[in-house]
């Protein structure tokens, strides 16, 4: 046997077993050989959730009129319970305490706060029950509250006037040429120069307003024959039907389509030329057309009036100067 190579070879592997044992030595002393152990539960932080029951529940409890009581402790996550302390029966908990028995104090259980005694709930219990018997004996009342309930059955008998009294809620542009459709157009027109309200047969105008309108000269505009005659009830007055210019006037326009549209007017001419550009808008009804023209009448002198306003303002000038020196 050959022993100065086995020796040779034995002495350059001595270097390398030392490196590796001495690396595993050090690894291992990163590890620790002691017993391993679960902590103690109670030593744990509550989670947030359990935070936030301790609190609603320690904020319910201060509105409790009864013992104070000891805050509940956080549940365990899965340890062991705390023992419970004994109950502890104070006499100042008791009912009525040590005199005047049970009786002597008054009911303060939650649930009997604001609720009527028994003797009430009886009495009422009894009214009840004798509504009920009345009410089944008396069959005139269980057939009113039978026809409330249920309803009553009738046949529709329709009115001989139906399309007239629909008329109101016909479009204000005739979509035919039928009589139906003309009525409509003519109530829309009545009603833009009554006010301008809308259709409706049960909606009365006030006999007030009504008596304003009529006696400007604007007109009244009522949707049915009640409405009116309950208006001259109230004033005690007598409403005229328009006179035959204006109604053929309303007529011209709502089914001819005849109107005054803006016509040339000189300069020295105000009234005619605030009459033109207020034709040329249609936002314009006839009440304030007339408006703003009898206020610019008031403004202008006389000379730049036509000839009859001007004449028929210098007699109404001095008319109310006569009665100014009368007065005084």
């Keep these: 046997m050959i022993r100065n190579p086995i020796h040779a070879t034995a002495g350059r592997g001595r270097p390398d077993l030392a490196r590796v044992s001495s690396g595993i030595a050090a690894s291992l002393r990163h590890f620790s ?75 303060d259980r939650p649930g009997r706060r604001g609720r009527p005694s028994r003797q009430e709930e009886d009495e009422d219990r009894n009214r009840y029950k004798a509504y009920q018997a009345m009410e089944g004996e008396d069959p005139q009342l269980s057939a009113y509250y039978e026809r409330i309930d249920c309803g009553v059955a009738e046949s529709y008998q329709p009115s001989v006037n139906l399309l007239d009294d629909l008329a109101g809620y016909l ?42 309108m009529y006696k400007d000269g604007y007109g009244a505009f009522f ?56 034709r040329r808008d249609g936002t314009w009804n006839a009440r304030a057309e007339k408006n703003i023209e009898e206020k610019v009448r008031s403004l202008l002198p006389a000379r730049l009036l036509p000839p009859e306003e001007a004449a028929a303002a210098a007699a109404r000038n001095s008319a109310q100067a006569k009665a100014r020196t009368k007065s005084a």
């Excluded at 109670?42 to 805050?71: H, I, W």
């Excluded at 039907?241 to 011209?252: C, V």
């Excluded at 803006?262 to 605030?274: I, M, R, Y």
């Design 33 to 107: 050989i002691a017993q391993a152990r679960c902590s103690d539960e109670q030593t744990q932080r509550p989670s947030a959730k359990q935070r936030v029951a301790a609190a609603a529940s320690e904020l319910l409890s201060m509105n409790d009129p009864r013992q104070p009581q000891q805050p509940r402790p956080l549940a365990n996550m899965g340890g062991a319970q705390p023992p419970k302390a004994p109950p502890i029966i104070s006499v100042a908990s008791l009912r009525g305490g040590l005199r005047g028995g049970i009786q002597g104090r008054s009911d």
């Design 223 to 278: 949707p049915t024959m009640e409405a009116k005659e309950q208006a001259k009830e109230v004033l005690k007055m007598d409403f005229k039907a328009p006179d035959e210019t204006t109604r053929k006037a309303i007529l011209e326009k709502a089914l001819l389509g005849k109107y005054e549209g803006p016509t040339f007017a000189e300069k020295n001419n105000p009234v005619g030329v605030l009459r033109s550009y207020v």
């Design 171 to 212: 479009p204000a542009v005739a979509t035919s040429c039928t009589p139906l459709a003309h009525k409509g157009v003519v109530m829309g027109e009545a009603r833009v120069l009554g006010g301008g309200h809308a259709f409706e047969a049960t909606h009365w105008v006030h006999p007030t307003i009504a008596k304003d």
